[in-house]
């Protein structure tokens, strides 16, 4: 054997490897490399097996590059299996028992709108949306509402730093959403039956049953021949579907500037049947929303004119309605973003 040669020849083969994988090597192929190249039948073996049987003078210079060839070899297959093993470990083990995500689900205020909505929506009523920038005109104004009436205090009303209209005053956080009833008519030629959800804000303090933002729905519906007994139809197939079939309604006479004559109706409770409890304070009843016919100075915003036409107008608390649904006790759970009290809808 040409000694030097053949070292040679593997400091070539040794090259060959670095080129051709420059990267990381496969577990299998990596192993038949070193068996090729180390193992008891490859070359490097044999290199060593012929020191033994070189001349003396020879035999020192030979072991040494004999050595090296060895090291070279060695040490680039453990940076394989270094590279390898690092490769293997950023795997995750699929084996392993699945974590599942949480799923997300709609707030409990967007269920109940939504199941509110579609309940009317059955009804024949349409759904609509309105801005929550308002003008005076359409939360106050056109709704009949004096320009002495408290509401219309800034103690009462978020309004807004931004230059007044000339024709529509000032702009503000709309504090109901009753306004959508004057664009309704603005835009549209009756008869039309429409629904209106959204957020409204008020300066309220807040505590267990007041928040300074919360949901409201408004409903009403305007064409001829439009009755109170009509109101009071909806009104009770509204709280059958979305509290009990069992349920009875009261109405009371009360006073609101947009509506004449105007009510707030009542539930039975659902809690005691009617008997008296404490969240209905032993009455049996308990109030969910306002209610009346339109006023003939609301439906006067109708630009063909409302002569022969009358209407009927509710409004309901959203949170309200889901607080005394699910007796929650606190307005404010809802919007403390604890997934222990939503996980439960």
């Known amino acids: 054997m040409d000694w030097r040669e053949e070292v040679k020849r593997l400091e070539k083969a040794l090259e060959e490897l670095r080129s051709r994988y420059p990267a ?13 190249f180390l193992g008891k039948k490859g070359p490097i073996k044999a ?29 680039w297959i453990s940076e394989k299996r270094n590279l390898l093993q690092e490769a293997e470990e950023e795997i995750p ?8 995500p949480d799923l997300g689900r709609p707030h409990i205020i967007t269920q109940t709108i939504e199941e509110i909505v579609s309940i009317f929506e ?3 009523f349409a759904l609509a949306t309105g801005p929550e920038i308002e003008q005076e005109f359409y ?3 056109a709704l009949n509402i004096d320009i002495t009436h408290p509401s219309r205090d ?16 000032r702009y503000l956080l709309r504090s109901h959403t009753s306004p959508m009833q004057v664009r309704i008519m603005e835009a549209y030629e ?52 979305f509290f009990d079939r069992s349920v009875e309604l009261r109405f009371r006479p009360h006073y609101f500037p947009f509506t004449e004559p105007s009510a707030e109706v009542d539930v039975s409770c659902m809690f005691c049947k009617g008997k008296g409890c404490s969240v209905c304070k032993g009455t049996g009843w308990i109030e969910v929303l306002g209610c009346g016919m339109i006023h003939p100075k609301v439906l006067a915003n109708i630009p063909s004119g409302s002569e022969g036409l009358t209407g009927i107008a509710f409004g309901l608390g959203v949170e309200r309605m889901c607080m005394l649904r699910y007796g929650i006790p606190d307005i404010r759970l809802f919007y403390t973003g604890d997934v222990r009290f939503l996980r439960q809808f």
């Open 47 to 75: 290199l060593f097996d012929f020191v033994k049987k070189a001349p003396a003078e020879e035999r020192r210079e030979l072991g040494q590059f004999a050595n090296k060839i060895k090291r070279a070899f060695e040490e």
């Open 139 to 141: 939360n106050f104004s």
């Open 190 to 241: 009756p008869p039309f039956a429409v629904v209106v959800p959204g957020r409204v804000y008020r300066p309220d303090a807040v505590d267990s049953s007041h928040s300074f933002m919360f949901h409201q729905i408004e409903g009403f519906a305007v064409d001829r021949g439009i009755k109170f007994y009509h109101l009071k139809a909806v009104l009770w197939e509204f709280a059958r579907r």
């Open 154 to 169: 800034a103690f009462d009303t978020f309004y807004l730093d931004l230059p007044a209209d000339k024709e529509k005053g």
């Open 93 to 100: 083990d699929l084996s392993l028992p699945a974590f599942l």
């Open 24 to 36: 990381i090597i496969p577990s299998g192929e990596l192993e038949k490399i070193r068996t090729e």
């Open 122 to 124: 059955e009804l024949g």
